[in-house]
């Protein structure tokens, strides 16, 4: 730390991650330095002890004893209790992106789920802020999304790598058009966001279309299951991913989403009724039903339990309370199992874990069940209004007997040695 002058400010670089220099005669007075701008900010707590951040404005624009003038001036306020960002947020002509992504993220989340809301962080952090973070939202219109669109697209004006926060390894932002599109996504809601509380009239994400994913569903055809059913056989495998081998069974013989597996507990099955009461989802409370095919592998491990942890897989090291981690790691050390002449004994382009939940669906597809039926046996939501999906999501009878023939036939191609 040392007091910001104009002089220093010619010395300081972007080294790689944006960071921030604090000035030594006023606390809480700043300047964040990013790849392509630095800005003067302060740091402060509001009236209900909330920590924020408020920008000064850009060097350049300001020097560094404007810039400190204006910090206390701010600090004057807050002492009296007026928030120089709510101040702003106010004035919709001076509201940046960054700030209403903020005040979105704050206030405007409602009831979305931890992994949304993660995701939703990373898209803002990574993508949306260092794009077209700082321009006031009155500038930002269809041309703009589209070519922020088409940078995320193209990654290389994102591409970086960071070190996690409180983890181990880092993450790495490449940018693509699953990161492209789900951005256009959470663009849209914001910027409705800011019409709902009238700082905006119009949404200049609306209509714009979503860049082309042109990479097929990966599923295992009725031949692959043998195969791959004989890989899951092979001693050495079992030997040493036995725990690892029937989650993916399971994955496999329901259709269900590998967190939904991993975090199975026993008290959420249903025997009688074969179904899974799944407090939560992607869509939700949910009561699924599962096969005869997966109702057989739950017995057998309900037989072979050895722990009194709650969960269906737990985790393997005693010290862990959990349940099973690691299984992409795992999935993909099976799937390099070599015969002993050094060949793979299964090779399946493009396959992961995700793959056995299409696999599951293109059989379902095969046995000449509808989209309706394969809706209800996945645990997708489905259009309220729709009286014949809404009939089949609430008839266990026939879900159940969907689910059987599935599984069934799942459960008899992995069993095929020949």
Known sequence: MSKITNSLIKTLKYEGAPRRVWDDSLKGFGICIQKDSMSFFIQYRNHYRRQKYYTLGRVGKLTADEARALART???????????????????????????????????????KPKTLSHNKGSIEHHIKPLIGSLLIKEVDRATVERLVRDIENGDKIRKSAKQKGKRGHISVRGGITAATRTLQL??????????????????????????????????????????????????????????????????????????????????????????????????????????????????????????????????????????????????????????GGNLIFHKEGLTL??????????????????????????????????TAHYIHHDNDSLTRAADRVSERVQGLLAVQG
Not at 88 to 112: H, I, N, P, Q
Not at 357 to 375: C, D, G, P, V, W
């Open 74 to 112: 701010k600090f004057a306020d807050i002492t009296h209790e007026k928030d120089p960002a709510d101040q702003r947020r106010e004035d919709k002509s001076t509201m940046t992106v960054a700030e209403l992504c903020d005040w979105y993220f704050a206030e405007g989340t409602g009831l979305k």
């Open 187 to 340: 663009l849209g809601t914001i910027f409705e966001f800011a019409i709902k509380h009238e700082k905006l009239n119009r949404n200049p994400a609306r209509g714009i279309k979503r860049p082309a994913d042109n990479i097929n569903e990966v599923f295992l055809t009725e031949d692959e299951i043998k195969s791959f059913g004989r890989l899951l056989s092979n001693p050495s495998v079992i030997s040493a991913h036995r725990a690892a081998i029937n989650a993916i069974k399971l994955i496999l013989l329901t259709g269900c989403r590998k967190g939904e597996i991993l975090s199975l507990q026993w008290s959420f099955i249903d025997w009688e009724n074969q179904r899974f009461k799944f407090p939560d989802t992607k869509t939700g409370k949910q009561s699924r039903p599962f096969g005869k095919g997966a109702l057989a592998l739950l017995q057998e491990l309900r037989r072979a339990r050895d722990s009194k942890s709650p969960f269906v897989f737990p985790a393997t090291k005693e010290s862990e309370d959990g349940y099973l981690v690691g299984i992409y790691k795992m999935f993909n050390r099976i799937l390099r199992t070599k015969d002993n």
């Open 354 to 387: 995700h793959s056995l939940r299409h696999t599951f669906a293109s059989l379902a597809a095969k046995l000449n069940y509808t989209n309706f039926y394969i809706k209800g046996l996945l645990g997708h939501s489905t259009d309220r209004n729709d009286i």
